[in-house]
T-cell receptor, first 111, second 114 residues
Framework: DAKTTQPNSMESNEEEPVHLPCNHSTISGTDYIHWYRQLPSQGPEYVIHGLTSNVNNRMASLAIAEDRKSSTLILHRATLRDAAVYYCILRDVWRDDKIIFGKGTRLHILP | DTAVSQTPKYLVTQMGNDKSIKCEQNLGHDTMYWYKQDSKKFLKIMFSYNNKELIINETVPNRFSPKSPDKAHLNLHINSLELGDSAVYFC?????????????FGPGTRLLVL
């Protein structure tokens, strides 16, 4: 399975943008890039996913490098509620459906 | 309305006991999963069912037995509980098994084996 590398933790100030990086240098052409987050004492929740093009939704934006070897999750205006562990995950369209979670990035939001 | 619900939320029990955790989803999804999150916070898939049929079984001791009475329910029965089974167990569901599908997770069941 293609693996992802994320910083263990990051800090950001409230109401400022946050850029969460993810490296996936061994990504294959059929790997989708997914982001999930886990708020304290809750189950993981879907944030966004993409294949090649940048993606936007109401929660965040996903910027994918042209060579697809890295991506960045962008929270445009962080709130205290965005403090969570963010997981960058690759899912191969040709393989089974299991999600393999790494260690993720613990995001701290400073008021 | 809760999309994916689990009961109980907390479970404290003695070693050697048998216990069950229930999961229900009201999203009309065909696929359901069980994940285990250990004390180091690693989240690992245990089982996956699609249309009541087992499709993923990840090297889990056979003391763990999932049961899917219908597409909306996936229960997890654990026999002869051990200390190492203490963890948070999450149920999840998705419409199908495609790599594009979003998985929706329940709130978790916190199991403590004494």
């Amino acid at each position: 399975d293609a693996k992802t590398t994320q910083p263990n933790s990051m800090e950001s100030n409230e109401e400022e943008p946050v850029h969460l990086p993810c490296n996936h240098s061994t990504i294959s052409g059929t790997d989708y890039i997914h982001w999930y987050r886990q708020l304290p004492s809750q189950g993981p929740e879907y944030v966004i996913h993409g294949l090649t093009s940048n993606v936007n939704n109401r929660m965040a934006s996903l910027a994918i490098a042209e060579d697809r070897k890295s991506s960045t999750l962008i929270l445009h205006r962080a709130t205290l509620r965005d403090a969570a562990v963010y997981y960058c995950i690759l899912r191969d369209v040709w393989r089974d459906d299991k999600i393999i979670f790494g260690k993720g990035t613990r995001l701290h939001i400073l008021p | 309305d809760t999309a994916v619900s689990q009961t109980p939320k907390y479970l404290v029990t003695q070693m050697g006991n048998d216990k069950s955790i229930k999961c229900e989803q009201n999203l009309g999804h065909d696929t359901m999963y069980w994940y285990k999150q250990d004390s180091k916070k690693f989240l690992k898939i245990m089982f996956s069912y699609n249309n009541k049929e087992l499709i993923i079984n990840e090297t889990v001791p056979n003391r763990f037995s999932p049961k899917s009475p219908d597409k909306a329910h996936l229960n997890l029965h654990i026999n002869s509980l051990e200390l190492g089974d203490s963890a948070v167990y999450f149920c999840a569901s998705s419409q199908g098994t495609s790599a594009q599908e979003t998985q929706y997770f329940g709130p978790g069941t916190r199991l403590l084996v004494l």
